[in-house]
């Protein structure tokens, strides 16, 4: 069965930071894209991050280049998703996701077959 178990959420100041966790299980990892999305309320879903399994390249939307690393931990089949600096408009609920996108849409929330339950971020101003 797969499974995809985002975890790490919470409630955090302004600046502050946090790091998400994303447990995969039940297919191999490395054919596939692990991605993390975000919604927040009356917002449509965005992609925040993804990485390859096959060669750990990465990719960020660019609000938040420089502030969130997406890393893999092979042995463990886990993605995380370490934000610093945190701001008001990062509260959303992450959620992840595989997939196989096309270069030109790594974060197109299409391109990923398979989703996680999310976990709710909220920043606090």
């Known amino acids: 069965e797969v499974q995809l178990q985002a975890s790490g959420g919470g409630l955090v100041q302004v600046g502050g930071s946090l790091r998400l966790s994303c447990a995969a299980s039940?297919?191999?990892?490395?054919?596939?894209?692990i991605g993390w999305f975000r919604q927040a309320p009356g917002k449509e879903r965005e992609g925040v991050s993804c990485?390859?399994?096959?060669?750990?390249?990465?990719y960020y939307r660019g609000s938040v280049k420089g502030r969130f690393t997406i890393s893999i931990d092979k042995a463990k089949n886990t993605v995380y998703l370490q934000m610093n600096s945190l701001k008001p408009e990062d509260t959303a609920i992450y959620y992840c996701?595989?997939?196989?996108?096309?270069?030109?849409?790594?974060?197109?929330?299409?391109?990923?077959?398979?989703w996680g339950q999310g976990t709710q971020v909220t920043v606090s101003s």
């Open positions: 996701a595989r997939g196989r996108p096309v270069s030109s849409a790594r974060l197109t929330s299409s391109m990923y077959t398979y």
């Open positions: 039940g297919f191999t990892f490395a054919d596939y894209v």
């Open positions: 990485i390859s399994s096959a060669d750990n390249s990465t």
